[in-house]
């Protein structure tokens, strides 16, 4: 029923930027908690973000607080994570996800999924 498209990955210097967007399909996109999670290499897939139907309240991960900011345009059927001040330790593929559960923050709790989009900093 949704479809979900990261884009906006690549590579970036420590200190630098990056805008992931992720594009839904789908009529009831504002029905959806949006949450964005990451996984690094031999690790758990990781909560990062979550943001209410509204748009209206925000819940982060202590390791990105501060530095990142997740929005969205219900008009635009689109989730956006604004990541600044990127560590090497930000290194992930960055995957987007649609769900139930208000601010959740774990995988079991969206029901869709993208395919991730990767972001490499560089020291």
């Known amino acids: 029923q949704v479809q979900l498209v990261e884009s906006g990955g690549g590579l970036v210097q420590a200190g630098g930027s990056l805008r992931l967007s992720c594009a839904a399909s789908?009529?009831?996109?504002?029905?959806?908690?949006m949450g964005w999670f990451r996984q690094a290499p031999g690790k758990e897939r990781e909560f990062a973000a979550a943001?209410?139907?509204?748009?209206?309240?925000?819940y982060y991960a202590d390791s990105v607080k501060g530095r990142f900011t997740i929005s969205r345009d219900n008009a635009k059927n689109t989730v956006y994570l604004q990541m600044n001040s990127l560590k090497p330790e930000d290194t992930a593929v960055y995957y987007c996800?649609?769900?139930?559960?208000?601010?959740?923050?774990?995988?079991?709790?969206?029901?869709?999924w993208g395919r991730g989009t990767q972001v490499t900093v560089s020291s």
């Open positions: 789908g009529r009831t996109f504002s029905s959806y908690v």
């Open positions: 943001i209410s139907t509204s748009g209206g309240r925000t």
């Open positions: 996800a649609a769900g139930f559960v208000s601010l959740g923050t774990k995988t079991s709790e969206y029901k869709y």
